[in-house]
């Protein structure tokens, strides 16, 4: 670990020599790096990923200047650790969730990622390249104006020339983590994609009931990721 910079972790199964799948996750506004890590402990993602989190250089996630930070850790990744180019993926909560969005935005498009899976972002762009997706967002997200992202979602499924129609993703349930109370995950996968294309709409108010209900990271997140990533070809 980089104090204020980036945090990275091994399964234990890196041996160096054998590339590995990485994962870049962009914390929350005015979270430290560990929060995704600690998010992710204990699902695939700690144990068949190679997982680094930078570090925003103010609270929240800025592109012009956060970017190039980025690019140096993925650069240092590439060159002192053995992680497989093809298989990058890219996740983030909140701010962070929006600067992967943002990144894909870009004019020419963000090529380093096989996959994303942001959580809780915004709407940045009409239109981005062609990518595997999985969104995730509550129902009625208070820290997005009680929206469920669909203005998010119809980037993507747009951008991947997706039809409207849409078939059950089936995702496990499980216990929210703020209340107890049983989360339904809401996940669909969108047909004729040129690209994997899936969105959860879940009803967990994990993060806080005063200012941001169903806006946190829901339960079943990190292990659906793992899924949807390692079920790409």
């Known amino acids: 670990m980089v104090a204020n910079d980036h945090l990275y972790t091994f399964p234990e199964s890196y041996d160096g020599k054998t590339p590995m799948p990485l994962l870049l996750a962009f914390h929350a506004n005015g979270n430290p790096n560990t929060q995704i890590r600690d998010l992710t402990n204990g699902s695939g993602l700690e144990t068949a990923f190679v997982r ?3 570090k925003s250089i103010a609270a929240g996630w800025a592109i012009d ?3 190039p ?4 850790v993925y650069n240092d990744l590439l060159a ?26 870009v004019a020419g498009g963000e090529k380093r990622f096989k996959a994303v899976a942001p959580v809780a972002a915004s709407k940045y762009c009409d239109k981005i390249s062609a990518i595997p997706v999985m969104y995730i967002q509550g129902q009625k997200d208070a820290g997005r104006g009680n929206s469920n992202g669909i203005d998010v979602v119809n980037v993507f499924s747009s951008s991947n020339t997706c039809a409207a129609t849409t078939a059950a993703y089936p995702v496990a349930s499980c216990n929210s983590k703020l209340d107890n109370q049983p989360v339904t995950p809401g996940c669909v996968s969108y047909q004729g994609c040129a690209q994997p294309t899936v969105w959860c709409s879940h009803n967990d108010n994990s993060y806080n009931l005063t200012d941001g209900n169903m806006h946190g990271w829901p339960c079943f997140a990190s292990a659906a990721m793992y899924t ?3 079920s790409l070809p």
């Open 52 to 54: 680094a989190f930078p």
């Open 65 to 67: 200047t956060d970017g």
């Open 69 to 72: 930070r980025v690019t140096a």
């Open 80 to 105: 002192n650790y053995c992680v497989d180019t093809g298989r990058v993926f890219a996740t983030g909560h909140s701010s962070g969730a929006q600067m992967v969005v943002q990144m894909l935005c």
């Open 228 to 230: 949807f990533f390692t």
